[in-house]
């Protein structure tokens, strides 16, 4: 079994200003780690994501991820975010012995103010 | 980059009736395509994979006489909510993926389609 957890649902944040929205996860086997993006009224779409390798990932948008194996942690960065960036955000894993069935944390609603 | 499309965007049906959600891969194959659920402010659930000529998997507590679902071709998957009730009122999000290329490929996430029950 595994769980996603994501330990801010709500984040505001200024335009400009840096923000991190965390991420953890437990599996009892090696996973791929995803963070999607949900704007009002859109489908998901994927910000970026860690199957192997280098362990800071970089996505779409500024966007930046690092996976930290021993503290199972997968938090999403963004130097400096847009008014545009506010929107929900999803962390996501699947197992390798199922790839394809994401499981999703509860959301990061993320709201930027100017 | 791959686009799924879902229809209808939004449905409302009466109590006791059925709805159909039909999710669409517009330029590629998907050999896989997944149903989530997703409740307001809430994450999204996965209900079911589908897989093209076969019968779909269902998850642990998702009633498959239900939830219809037919993947009658590689670009096409279809829910059918049977005999709706009030509390199935939610969101239903599709996804789909490529055929395999040798790796692991990313799920394409169609809009969505709300569907509410009086």
């Known amino acids: 079994a595994q769980s996603v957890t994501q330990l801010d649902s709500q984040v505001p944040v200024f335009e400009e200003a840096p923000v991190e929205l965390r991420c953890n996860y437990s599996?009892?086997?090696?996973?791929?780690l995803f963070w999607y993006v949900q704007y009002p009224n859109q489908g998901l779409q994927l910000l970026l994501k860690y199957l192997s390798g280098s362990t800071l990932v970089k996505g779409i948008n500024g966007f930046e991820a690092e996976f930290n194996k021993s503290q199972t942690s997968f938090h999403l960065r963004k130097p400096s975010v847009h008014i545009s960036d506010t929107a929900e955000y999803f962390c996501a894993v699947s197992n390798l012995n199922s790839w394809g069935k994401l499981q999703f944390g509860a959301g990061t609603q993320v709201v930027v103010t100017p | 980059g791959a686009v799924v499309s879902q229809h209808p965007s939004r449905v409302i049906c009466k109590s006791g009736t059925s709805v159909k959600i039909e999710c669409r891969s517009l330029?590629?194959?998907?050999?896989?395509m997944f149903w989530y659920r997703q409740f307001p402010k809430k994450s999204l659930m996965l209900m079911a994979t589908s897989n093209e000529g076969s019968k779909a998997t269902y998850e642990q507590g998702v009633e498959k006489d239900k939830f219809l679902i037919n993947h009658a071709s590689l670009t096409l998957s279809t829910l059918t909510v049977t005999s709706a009730h009030p509390e199935d009122s939610s969101f239903y999000i599709c996804?789909?993926?490529?055929?395999?290329?040798?790796?692991?490929?990313?799920?394409?996430f169609g809009p969505g389609t709300r569907l509410t029950v009086l």
């Open positions: 330029d590629f194959q998907a050999t896989t």
């Open positions: 996804s789909a993926t490529p055929r395999p290329r040798g790796g692991t490929d990313t799920q394409y």
């Open positions: 599996s009892s086997v090696s996973v791929y």
